[in-house]
């Protein structure tokens, strides 16, 4: 079973940064679509970021220009660098994985791997 573990979420003050990662095992980065998502309080879950297994990236609105997300194969981790961070950013964010090229239902939520989450926290 594919298991996916994030960390490096925290609290910080607007304008600051913060690096998500999500290790993975049982499965290797470079052949997954991977994703970001979050999910605040009151709110349906939406996606921030998807990786596809060729590297192709697709951005939500919120997150251009401020979030990136990457890969690292020798560690097989997924990473989300969070930059000039809002309160708005505030939720619980996931990462997901399905097998090979990202479905068209991906970045709605229809992964087949999810992690627990990590919270950030973004005060004003």
């Known amino acids: 079973q594919v298991q996916l573990v994030e960390s490096g979420g925290g609290s910080v003050q607007a304008g600051g940064s913060l690096r998500l990662s999500c290790a993975v095992s049982?499965?290797?980065?470079?052949?997954?679509?991977m994703g970001w998502f979050r999910q605040a309080p009151g709110k349906e879950r939406e996606g921030v970021v998807v990786?596809?297994?060729?590297?192709?990236?697709t951005y939500a609105g919120a997150a251009k220009g401020r979030f990136t997300i990457s890969k690292d194969n020798a560690k097989n981790t997924l990473y989300l660098q969070m930059n000039s961070l809002k309160p708005e950013d505030t939720a619980m964010y996931y990462c997901?994985?399905?097998?090979?090229?990202?479905?068209?239902?991906?970045?709605?939520?229809?992964?087949?791997?999810w992690g627990q989450g990590t919270q950030v926290t973004v005060s004003s």
């Open positions: 997901a994985a399905d097998e090979g090229y990202c479905s068209g239902g991906f970045f709605r939520g229809s992964g087949s791997y």
């Open positions: 049982r499965a290797t980065v470079s052949n997954y679509c």
């Open positions: 990786i596809d297994s060729d590297g192709r990236v």
